[in-house]
């Protein structure tokens, strides 16, 4: 009797239930932490130092120049139609589509984070490119020239957000491994085309990643759309994604 008296005292103590809450969600504070503190942090650093210096970072111009020391007939090709596979305009009917498979399948949850994570972030890149006002580099005469503001990149959130979309829908099964493979390839590639024509600086790039990788990854924290099983155990259609999650539930009933 003594003994269930305590056990039911240290789980009322502050101390216990912190221990006991830790345990439970490491894995998503863990997450919280590199996939959404670390990335948003390293671009609260690049927006303050080029608000203060709208030339740059140090290493920005030499890896610029670096890239264009690779030019070829060859790679302008290359550089031009990956500029267009990557626009966003280009993402649209791709997302659409995923988009328009998710609601005949029912797929609520799912259909919220693609459409969060999505139009999130193209809103967080309009503003913080308004906001900034960057030019774009002048280094050389570019073989596709953009008019618009440099930073972030836009190529490199649209880029970043289509594969981390696609990774978390495909969470639950062997597809993501071929995502991640083949979509880290796309967000490089991307990357390098942007530098290549000389429509972006590195710090764009990197700005962009890390805006997006934090928005992404912050939008799954809370919507959660690996939260459901992809098959149910008599291999029949996959569950609905209309019921809430025990936590979600339980926060219903509370209100």
């Given at each position: ?13 502050p ?48 890896i ?19 500029a ?59 073989i ?13 959130m ?61 939008v ?36």
């Open positions: 009797m003594e003994k269930v008296k305590t056990a039911n005292k240290e789980s009322k103590s101390v216990s239930f912190l221990k006991n809450l830790l345990i439970a969600r490491w894995r998503s504070l863990l997450l919280l932490l590199i996939g959404v503190y670390l990335p948003l942090q390293v671009f609260e650093i690049l927006t303050v130092k080029i608000w203060q210096n709208q030339a740059g970072l140090p290493w920005d111009v030499p610029l120049l670096a890239v264009h020391s690779t030019v070829n007939p060859q790679l302008d090709v290359l550089a031009v139609a990956l267009i596979i990557g626009l966003p305009w280009t993402a649209i009917p791709i997302l659409g589509a995923i988009a328009l498979i998710l609601l005949l399948q029912k797929r609520w949850r799912s259909l919220a984070y693609l459409l969060t994570a999505s139009v999130g972030s193209i809103i967080i890149n309009r503003l913080a490119k308004e906001l900034m006002h960057r030019v774009r580099p002048q280094l050389w005469q570019s596709a020239p953009e008019s618009s503001f440099a930073f972030p990149s836009a190529h490199a649209t880029s970043i957000t289509l594969v981390a979309i696609l990774l978390f829908l495909t969470w639950a099964s062997s597809w993501r491994w071929l995502v991640l493979m083949f979509g880290s390839l796309y967000v490089i590639a991307i990357a390098w085309c942007r530098l290549y024509l000389g429509v972006h600086f590195p710090s764009d790039i990197l700005a962009g990643w890390m805006v997006a990788l934090g928005w992404t990854i912050g799954s924290l809370i919507i959660k759309p690996y939260g459901t099983k992809a098959k149910s155990v008599d291999g029949d259609r996959p569950e609905d994604e209309t019921t809430l999650l025990p936590e979600e539930r339980k926060l219903v009933t509370e209100e």
